[in-house]
Each structure stands twice: as structure tokens, then as C-alpha cells.
């Protein structure tokens, strides 16, 4: 399975950006697909998800209210729109697909068995 994400960039402080993630595979309707950021120094930490069987997606609570994520089946493709955006969302933006059809949304890395290359983005104020 390859994902591949685009739509990084950098933006001013209250600005907008939406990132995309095509992924490759077969059976992407089975996957449970979620967005994660790394910042500089810091871990990876789960951003947004949605589950495998649909429905409405998952955040973080520090991106609640301003990021929305949707995914198209039929373009096999998952999207991130990052509105209001605030300088300490600056950080590499990773898609990843979790294959084991797990009853409950995955929100941990070791979760996830495949990840994009990730793309930057930057906050500025």
C-alpha cells in the first residue's frame, strides 16, 4: 500500500490549507485512515481519523472546531482541511492506513501498519 500526501505549504497565522492523501491499494474501503504531525522535537501525535466503517471522524482536541477531515472511497483518497490555522500547528503532516479492521478508531502509531512520506506545513504569525 502507498500513500501519498500533498498540499503542505506556508501560511500566515488564521489562514487555510487542505491536504490530501491518495493511497494505491485495493482494498482502501477496508482501511481505517488517520492524519498525524510531527513537530520538531517532538513525538508523533494523532491529528484526525476516521474509522473503517465511515461515520464521522475523530480529532484531537486541540484541532476540534477547526480541522475537518472526509474521505472519498471512490478517489481512494483521504483530505485534511486546516482552517484558522495558529502557529503551533506548524509540524510534518503524516497520512496513515491501519489495515486490522479494528472496532474502535486507532489513535497510537505503532497502530498504523502504513504511512505516507509526509508533507510540511508552516505557520507563520
Known amino acids: 500500500e502507498q500513500l501519498v500526501e500533498s498540499g503542505g505549504g506556508l501560511v500566515q497565522a488564521g489562514d487555510s490549507l487542505r491536504l490530501s492523501c491518495v493511497a494505491s491499494?485495493?482494498?482502501?474501503?477496508?482501511?481505517?485512515l488517520a492524519w498525524f504531525r510531527q513537530a520538531p522535537g517532538k513525538e508523533r501525535e494523532f491529528v484526525s481519523g476516521?474509522?473503517?466503517?465511515?461515520?464521522?471522524?475523530y480529532y484531537t482536541d486541540s484541532v476540534k472546531g477547526r480541522f475537518t477531515m472526509t474521505r472519498d472511497n471512490t478517489k481512494k483518497t483521504v483530505y485534511l482541511l486546516m482552517n484558522s490555522l495558529k502557529v503551533e500547528d506548524t509540524a510534518v503532516y503524516y497520512c496513515?492506513?491501519?489495515?486490522?479492521?479494528?472496532?474502535?478508531?486507532?489513535?497510537?502509531?505503532?497502530?498504523?501498519?502504513?504511512w505516507g512520506q509526509g508533507t510540511q506545513v508552516t505557520v507563520s504569525s
Open positions: 496513515a492506513a491501519d489495515i486490522s479492521v479494528s472496532p474502535t478508531m486507532a489513535r497510537s502509531v505503532r497502530e498504523y501498519d502504513y
Open positions: 491499494g485495493r482494498t482502501f474501503n477496508g482501511y481505517s
Open positions: 476516521i474509522s473503517w466503517r465511515g461515520g464521522s471522524a
